[in-house]
């Protein structure tokens, strides 16, 4: 088993090519940085839980919370544990009198959880080794992505969300079965 790296959220982006948002990971103690292709509704997620907005009623991720506080369980960590064609799996850690429990989850919901649960983030180091980006100028330079490929997407922008409708496909609403496709096999 490959060590693991403990990662903090950098930043959600847009992915041009995918036309897809985009949560970028970076290495704590380290220079890498891990962009994984998420969903429009779990970036919502992952968005709401970094701005601490709470819902008038719980969604998903506050709902899961919500459970696991009810049920005693704590999020131990939630791991980045594989990649197989393009599709990164993550596992999450919870503990729940002494014993641990290892749940199957898409790395965004994961996220998202591990965000309202303010548990760590890691991931093996094979796969930062094969998926991660080097950093290629100073810290927090967003430059390494490439400026063609990557952005920041801001929804509160009117015009900006006017052109991402424009140009939205039937695919980018029903994706396909092929992992290809999306980053998370979504």
Do not use: C, W
Not at 125 to 143: C, F, N, Q
Request: avoid cysteine.
């Amino acid at each position: 088993m490959t060590p693991l790296r403990r990662m903090r959220i950098f930043s959600l982006m847009y992915d041009l090519s995918a036309r897809s948002p985009v949560v970028v990971l970076k290495e704590e103690d380290g220079d890498r940085y891990l962009p994984i292709l998420i969903g429009y509704f779990e970036a919502t997620a992952i968005e709401m839980g970094l701005k601490k907005k709470k819902p008038t009623r719980p969604l998903t991720h506050d709902l899961i919370s919500n459970f696991l506080h009810e049920m005693h369980l704590t999020v131990n960590q939630i791991q980045i544990a594989k990649i197989e064609n393009h599709t990164f799996y993550a596992n999450i850690i919870l503990y729940g009198d002494g014993e641990p429990y290892e749940i199957d989850a898409r790395p965004s919901d994961a996220i998202a959880i591990a965000i309202r649960e303010e548990a760590p983030i890691v991931v093996h180091e094979d796969i930062l080794a094969d998926a991660g980006v080097e950093a290629a100028g100073p810290p927090g330079d967003t430059a390494a992505f490439g400026e063609e490929l990557y952005r920041p997407f801001d929804k509160e922008d009117p015009e900006e969300f006017k052109q991402f409708i424009a140009g939205l496909r039937p695919e980018d609403l029903f994706p396909t079965d092929d992992p290809d496709a999306a980053g998370e096999g979504q």
